[in-house]
Structure formats: C-alpha cells, structure tokens
C-alpha cells in the first residue's frame, strides 16, 4: 500500500513487487514523470468518465476492443492479465474479489501511464499498480 486518498469514495493505492522491478529497469522509478503519474491518483475513479478524453489525466479503463492493440493494452492484458504466473490472481485474492472482477485501468498523466487494476467495493475503491507505459 502507497497511500489512501479521501474524495468522494475512498482510493486505496497500491504496487506490486513487479512494478518496483520493472521501473527501475527502465530507470523511471521516483523520476517526475512516474511521481506525477503516482499523485494523479488522487481524482479518483469517475464511473462517469471511465473513457479517457484525450489529454485529461486520472484513472481511466481499458478494454480489449481497441484494434489494433497499443502498447499499453499488450503489457496489461498479454503479459499480465492473460498469464497466471504474473500474479494477478494474487491480486485478486488479496483484495477478496474474483479475478474477473478487476477492471483494467491506467493511471494517467502527460509524462507517464501506470497500469493496473482497480477493485471497486461498497465502500472503497483499490488501484493496484503493475506496469508502466512512458511511450509517446
């Protein structure tokens, strides 16, 4: 857990191991764009603009219906949603909620998009944070 913001429904905001991994491999782990990407966690998941508008930051879905598949969509569905070994059913677990109960989201600012998942519950919502995606 990195941090829970307060707002209209509570944010619970988390990273796995891998993320920590994978960032600093790519030598963008604490740079300004992953932090700005980390703080625009605070707006929250609007179900109500669950489409990302082009250049608006926050968390926003992702689906598999885009074609064809960028960047983003390959990292989070192909090598991490779609292979077990990768941890998502942990995930799952450890937020008591099924594996197809997760959403898959990306957290956006104008530098960085961090990928995760989001379970939302009656009385929180939880990004779990899993890659990241920095192409332009």
């Not at 968390?59 to 569905?77: A, Q, V, W, Y």
């Not at 109960?101 to 779990?128: C, I």
């Amino acid at each position: 857990m990195l941090h829970t913001f307060e707002g209209e429904r509570q944010l619970r905001l988390a990273m796995t191991e891998r993320l920590r991994k994978i960032a600093r491999k790519g030598r963008v782990w604490k740079s300004k764009g992953f932090l700005t990407a980390l703080k625009n966690a605070a707006y929250g998941f609007d179900e109500s603009r669950a489409r990302s508008r082009g250049g608006a930051d926050g968390i926003f879905l992702l689906d598999r219906s885009f074609t064809p598949p960028n960047e983003m969509m390959k990292k989070l569905f192909e090598r991490y949603l779609d292979r077990p070994e990768r941890g998502a059913a942990e995930v799952a677990g450890a937020l008591g909620v099924e594996l197809p109960d997760l959403l898959p989201v990306r957290l956006v600012s104008h530098h960085m998009r961090l990928l995760g998942v989001l379970a939302q519950q009656a009385d929180r919502d939880t990004l779990v944070l899993v890659d990241y995606d920095d192409t332009r």
